[in-house]
């Protein structure tokens, strides 16, 4: 008479599915991980990045004008501080080190071109600006300029093309001044 009970060979194959089944499971948790920490670090940078542009759209609309300077080290605007009305905001993208600064300064000071002292870095230490472009557009019929910001940021680690968490953010902004 036999007994109910499984063979060895049933028994490895019972195994083997479960193992089959186990990897699957463990790869799928894995994948979502990964989707989940990239779909982090890309919401991280299109929030930074739109707070930078946020920071130069307040600033440029309420002053009555702007400067913007160019140079092979860093473009800087300048403008006049709402808030404190003798002195001026200064920003500046230094592209060597992908930071962008943000001061208040006495005109004078602010005025120099080889003035090279930093202020608040509205770049987070994660995340650096890979490229940035500010520029005058036409003049409108009220003698404004409007100013276009253009802003690439990307995560300051692992920029590797083959890196899955390798994320580029482009941002564009125009602003006028007040009118």
């Known amino acids: 008479m036999r007994q109910g009970g499984f063979t060895i060979v049933e028994v490895i194959i019972g195994m083997a599915i479960l193992s089959i089944a186990m990897l699957i499971a463990v790869l799928g948790f894995t994948t979502i991980v990964r989707l989940q920490e990239k779909a982090q670090t890309a919401q991280n940078i299109q929030q930074n990045a739109r707070y930078i542009a946020e920071a130069i759209n307040r ?18 605007l300048l403008l006049p501080n709402s808030i404190e ?33 930093e202020g608040e870095n509205l770049v987070p230490e994660d995340m650096q600006i890979t490229e940035m472009e500010m520029r005058k557009l036409n003049q409108d019929s009220a003698g404004n300029s409007p100013l276009q910001v253009y802003i690439t940021a990307t995560q300051r680690e692992n920029l590797e093309a083959t890196d899955p968490y390798a994320y580029e953010y482009d941002a564009t902004t125009i602003v006028v001044p007040r009118r």
């Open 85 to 117: 009305g003798d002195s001026m905001v200064r920003y500046t993208y230094k592209a060597e080190t992908g930071n962008f600064y943000r001061y208040t300064c006495e005109p004078a000071f602010c005025q120099r071109r080889n003035n090279d002292t």
């Open 59 to 76: 600033d440029v609309r309420s002053s009555d004008n702007y400067q913007l300077r160019k140079d092979e080290r860093r473009t800087q």
